[in-house]
């Protein structure tokens, strides 16, 4: 016969079995259902597909040729009709200098520079 000894980590074991299958057991209600998310990101199964975007660089798709076209013509009225002068505007609230004496802040307008370079960026 088996030294108890030697029998210890058998029972143990044998203990443990069947503590370790209850963990194992399928669950109830919500947790159920974040098992089988968590199985599914697991499988890496995704049943959606996104609608694939319409290709740039696929010249015969008219409709975006024309849609392209559209916002060119549109962005070289928009910057013809801007005024070539240069103008400023106040951003907000003056600056108080050291004196105590309010410095308006002044920038350059930019809108005929994001206009051209938007025209550039699409259209060229």
Not at 31 to 40: F, N
Request: charged share 25%; glycine share 4%; hydrophobic share 30%.
């Amino acid at each position: 016969m088996a030294s108890p000894r030697r029998l210890l980590p058998l029972a143990a074991l044998l203990v443990l079995i069947p503590g370790s299958m209850a963990w194992a057991q399928p669950q109830s209600g919500a947790s159920s259902a974040a098992a089988a998310i968590s199985e599914a990101v697991q499988d890496g199964s995704n049943p959606y597909r996104p609608p694939s975007a319409p290709n740039p660089n696929d010249k015969s798709n008219a409709s975006y040729e024309d849609q392209r076209r559209a916002r060119c013509d549109q962005l070289l009225q928009d910057i013809n009709d801007t005024s070539r002068k240069r103008t400023y505007k106040s951003p907000g609230t003056a600056t108080t200098n050291a004196q105590g004496e309010a410095v308006p802040k002044l920038e350059r307008d930019k809108t005929l520079k994001r206009l051209q370079q938007s025209y550039r960026d699409n259209c060229s």
